[in-house]
Nanobody, 120 residues
């Protein structure tokens, strides 16, 4: 059974940092491009970062220069380092195993999401 589990979300102050993790089981991440999405209340799910099978990366303009996606295939884990967090980054963050594209083609392999709240 394929499972993706996101973790690392928390309540942080503006300007703070978090590192999110996405661990997979029943799936080999090395066979997929991986991506991070986020969804704020009332908004559609937004693609914010992706990393290919050959480690190329791409970011949404809203997070470029602040967020870094990385992967460790040996650990079957994908990370999202988030620096200089802003209130508008508040959302539930999800990972997905899919195809690079463009555009990125998500699979139906989604985790439960992890809540990130940026507030003073």
């Amino acid at each position: 059974q394929v499972q993706l589990v996101e973790s690392g979300g928390d309540l942080v102050q503006p300007g703070g940092s978090l590192r999110l993790s996405c661990a997979g089981s029943g799936i080999s991440f090395s066979m997929y491009a991986m991506a991070w999405y986020r969804q704020a209340p009332g908004n559609q799910r937004e693609l914010i970062a992706r990393i290919g099978r050959v480690y190329i990366t791409n970011y949404a303009d809203s997070v470029k220069g602040r967020f870094t996606i990385s992967r460790d295939n040996a650990k079957n884990t994908v990370y999202l380092q988030m620096n200089n967090l802003k209130p508008e980054d508040t959302a539930v963050y999800y990972c997905n195993a899919g195809q690079w594209g463009p555009p990125f083609r998500p699979s139906d392999f989604w985790g439960q999401g992890t809540q990130v709240t940026v507030s003073s």
